[in-house]
């Protein structure tokens, strides 16, 4: 019974630590908070940086976490997901190569400028974790959980069930 007990505690714990949807990795959190200090920062870039710089470190921000997003829908194939996961790291490279430009041109500060790198390279070393273990991820039993539903709450994410039940009140 005391064998039982532990195997079903164990269980349970394995069941608390596993993301049941992309939102609820943290590499997922990581991409989308790093998304939002671009867009921020890139708010102060200048105007003639609007069509260069300023839209390529937005978009390819957004990317990495829109990456691991598709990543997570194509579990059902370990080839997929590992190249969508792939795509994201690159994004994330880009965004690197843009900061160390706005930085040399003197748009960036350079703490922020290694902020963003070091937040930038820990997302590269949680992909490519994903990456070396998607089996796990693409297991049969994962992939025929639900993605669609979902009864997380994180405070950066706007679209929280939890948050939006207390705004309707």
Known sequence: ERKANRASTKDAKMDLDYARSFRDSLVYRRAFLV???IFELSKSLPEEEKYA??????RASRSIGAQITEAWA????ERHF????????GEQLEVQHWLRVA???GYLEETAARFLIASLEEIGR?????MDKADL???APRVGESTFLYDGFYADDPLSCEQDSESNQ
């Open 35 to 37: 998304a939002k200090k």
């Open 53 to 58: 710089l300023t839209s390529q470190i937005r």
């Open 74 to 77: 194509k579990r059902k194939y």
């Open 82 to 89: 590992t190249s969508k996961l792939t795509d994201a790291d």
């Open 103 to 105: 930085f040399s041109c």
């Open 126 to 130: 949680l992909l490519q974790g994903m």
């Open 137 to 139: 991820f693409c297991s």
